[in-house]
């Protein structure tokens, strides 16, 4: 499209009245060139489009709590407290394992009595006179007897439990609950012995047989 010109005239200066304008005054026409304005684009801007895709899926991962080694320094207690003294007294001392020796020797002898027939049933009368703290005394010397194999079978019970990744607490509270009926029926089972004073379990159960009992404790721990 061509550009239309457009024609103005300036204006004439004008002259004191009675004179005649020269020609010299007049201007020719001028033309001016206007270019054609195209119309300004606007532009909106718009929104950048979204990022349609699926659905974040948000997944929570629940990080298990690692499991304590304690309760497997409780099963290295309670199997190294047999290799120590369960019962000290006079300077002599006796291991777990060889407690359990003696008790296997003293089970085959009762068995070999037994089936001979040879047993006095009469003293089931003197049995029952005996004072209450003879009879806990006895009660308490039989637990530290037992006590080896307790502890041992608690000690491979609680490995089994430990291998499979379960806590072996029920096994520790049976296991502790046997330590704590000891101590109980060893106080009741105190004997006075004149001027040799009051005897008890305490005074023969070796320490070995504390540091396998109070080990379950760690058995607990999870």
């Given at each position: 499209?061509?550009?239309?010109?457009i024609?103005?005239?300036?204006?004439?200066?004008?002259?004191?009245?009675?004179?005649?304008?020269?020609?010299?005054?007049?201007?020719?026409?001028?033309?001016?060139?206007?270019?054609?304005?195209?119309?300004?684009?606007?532009?909106?801007q718009?929104?950048?489009?979204q990022?349609?895709?699926?659905?974040?899926?948000?997944?929570?991962?629940?990080?298990?709590?690692?499991?304590?080694?304690?309760?497997?320094?409780?099963v290295?207690?309670?199997?190294?407290?047999?290799?120590?003294?369960?019962?000290?007294?006079?300077g002599?001392?006796?291991?777990?394992?060889?407690?359990?020796?003696?008790?296997?020797?003293?089970?085959?002898?009762?068995?070999?009595?037994?089936?001979?027939g040879?047993?006095?049933?009469?003293?089931?009368?003197?049995?029952?006179?005996?004072?209450?703290?003879?009879?806990?005394?006895?009660?308490?010397?039989?637990?530290?007897?037992?006590?080896?194999?307790?502890?041992?079978?608690?000690?491979?019970?609680?490995?089994?439990?430990?291998?499979?990744?379960?806590?072996?607490?029920?096994?520790?509270?049976?296991?502790?609950?046997?330590?704590?009926?000891?101590?109980?029926?060893?106080?009741?089972?105190?004997?006075?012995?004149?001027?040799?004073?009051?005897?008890?379990?305490?005074?023969?159960?070796?320490?070995?047989?504390?540091?396998?009992?109070?080990?379950?404790?760690?058995?607990?721990?999870?």
């Amino acid at each position: 499209m061509q550009p239309q010109p457009i024609e103005y005239t300036q204006p004439v200066q004008y002259t004191q009245p009675g004179a005649i304008p020269q020609p010299s005054q007049y201007q020719q026409p001028a033309t001016q060139y206007m270019q054609p304005t195209q119309p300004m684009q606007q532009f909106s801007q718009q929104p950048a489009p979204q990022m349609m895709g699926a659905p974040q899926q948000v997944v929570y991962v629940t990080q298990g709590k690692p499991k304590s080694k304690v309760p497997w320094v409780a099963v290295a207690l309670i199997i190294m407290s047999l290799f120590l003294p369960y019962i000290s007294f006079l300077g002599e001392s006796v291991s777990g394992f060889e407690m359990m020796g003696v008790v296997g020797e003293i089970a085959d002898l009762g068995s070999d009595e037994s089936g001979d027939g040879s047993g006095d049933s009469g003293d089931s009368g003197d049995s029952a006179d005996l004072p209450i703290e003879f009879v806990f005394f006895g009660i308490a010397a039989l637990m530290v007897g037992l006590s080896p194999f307790v502890f041992l079978i608690s000690a491979i019970i609680s490995s089994i439990v430990l291998g499979s990744g379960k806590s072996p607490k029920v096994m520790g509270i049976l296991h502790l609950g046997y330590a704590i009926i000891f101590l109980i029926v060893a106080a009741i089972g105190t004997i006075d012995a004149g001027f040799l004073g009051s005897w008890s379990m305490y005074d023969l159960t070796g320490f070995g047989f504390y540091v396998g009992a109070f080990a379950s404790g760690l058995l607990l721990v999870e």
